[in-house]
Structure formats: C-alpha cells, structure tokens
C-alpha cells in the first residue's frame, strides 16, 4: 500500500513550456485534490474531483488543468508554465464514504520552478 | 481567503516544555483536522475533531474547539525536539464543499533539546 505517489520530485520549467504532475493513490479514495504552498500563504486548493469523471475548482485554478479518469490517478497538467506558478504542489487524497470525517492522506510534493 | 489564520506564526520552545498554537476561522465548520508537516515532505493528519466536539485526544496531543469562539487550540505536552515541524489547522465546512480542506498559514514549531 504505497498511499499516495507523486512525480517527479523535482522540475524546472522554461517560460511557455508545458507539463503533467502526476498523482496516483492506491487507496481507492474518491476524494482527490491538487494544493499548492508557497512561503507565507499556507496551502491553497487548486483543482478537486469527488469521483471518476467529476472535476472542480478550488481557490487557485487558472493556469492549471485537470482530468480524473479513473479512481486512482489524477494529473495537474500546467498547459503554460509562468514563473508565479513555481512552488511547491501537493496531490492528497480522502475517504469520503460515509461522511466528511475523515483525514487527507498527502503525497510527498512536486517542487517545480519556472524561469 | 484563509478559512483558518493560526497563531503564532513561529514558536521556539525547549524540550520538555509544552507547546500551544491557536487557530481561528470565519464560517460554520463541520469538522477541524490539525496537520504536520516536517521539512521538504507532505503533510501527515495528527487529529480531527467534529464540530460537537469540544476536547479529543491523542498520546501527546490534546486538541479543543469552541465553535461559539470559532477557534481551536493544540497543545502538544513534553515537547520532544522531534516534534520539530510546521503545523497547519484545516476546516472542512462540508455541505457543498464536501470533502474540501482549506489550511491555515500554519505555525512553525521548533523544539530545541
């Protein structure tokens, strides 16, 4: 049970290029989400989808595309890259049957910088 | 916004002591999660407790919420310096958002041994 699997670890970007942060869970969560942490500001929810098929924004989005077609990847596709969106993203996953309470269980992060 | 702002913004304590960091938010919450998170690695949940909660528990963790207040507390006892991390609070407000987390900036704690 690998939990919650995120690549790569690290990335540099040019302006204008483009790329897919990858996210996989094995805990057949419904619940998946896309955040990103940048000094000072927390973390901020970019992208969320409450099943297969089924995707929505959160507090950040623009710049950023997301699909979920099937139950365990989720990919962050940045179809642009501009130096604001160097940060640090993080893939997390629940489980919601049932009720909301229940915890987030995070990946480990995506440092990306874009010069 | 920030649903959550946790106060202080960084606490240095040495070990043995306690440590409290706040959290304050602005709407009706369904239940608030406090996270750890140590350097260069994701998040990991340390406890939730419901909105009709009022004090939960774990080892060394003691967590409160006053929903009349719309605050939380946690208070991590005999602080050890592997407690050493940044601690966010979280609230799911629930209904329409469900399953969404919106984090506090987090308080950066450092246990000095």
């Known amino acids: 049970n690998a939990g919650v699997t995120q690549t790569p670890k690290f990335q540099v970007l040019k302006t204008g290029q483009s790329m897919t942060l990858q996210c996989a869970q094995d805990m057949n969560h419904e619940y998946m989400s896309w955040y990103r942490q940048d000094p000072g500001m927390g973390l901020r929810l970019i992208h969320y989808s409450v099943g297969a098929g089924i995707t929505d924004q959160g507090e950040v989005p623009n710049g950023y595309n997301v699909s979920r077609s099937t139950t365990e990847d989720f990919p962050l596709r940045l179809l642009s890259a501009a130096p604001s969106q160097t940060s640090v993203y993080f893939c997390?996953?629940?489980?919601?049957?049932?009720?909301?309470?229940?915890?987030?269980?995070f990946g480990n992060g995506t440092r990306l910088t874009v010069t | 916004s920030q649903q959550g702002e946790e106060d202080p913004q960084a606490l240095s304590i040495q070990e043995g002591e306690n440590a409290t960091m706040n959290c304050s938010y602005k709407t009706s919450i369904n239940n608030l999660q406090w996270y750890r998170q140590n350097s260069g690695r994701g998040l990991v949940h340390l406890i939730l407790?419901?909105?009709?909660?009022r004090e939960k528990h774990s080892g060394r963790l003691r967590v409160t919420l006053d929903t009349s207040k719309k605050s939380s507390s946690l208070l991590i006892t005999a602080s050890r310096a592997a407690d050493t991390a940044s601690y966010f609070c979280?609230?799911?407000?629930?209904?329409?958002?469900?399953?969404?987390?919106?984090f506090g900036q987090g308080t950066i704690l450092t246990v000095h041994p």
């Open positions: 997390a996953s629940r489980w919601t049957g049932g009720s909301h309470n229940s915890p987030l269980h």
């Open positions: 979280a609230t799911d407000t629930g209904g329409t958002s469900y399953g969404k987390l919106t």
């Open positions: 407790i419901r909105s009709n909660e």
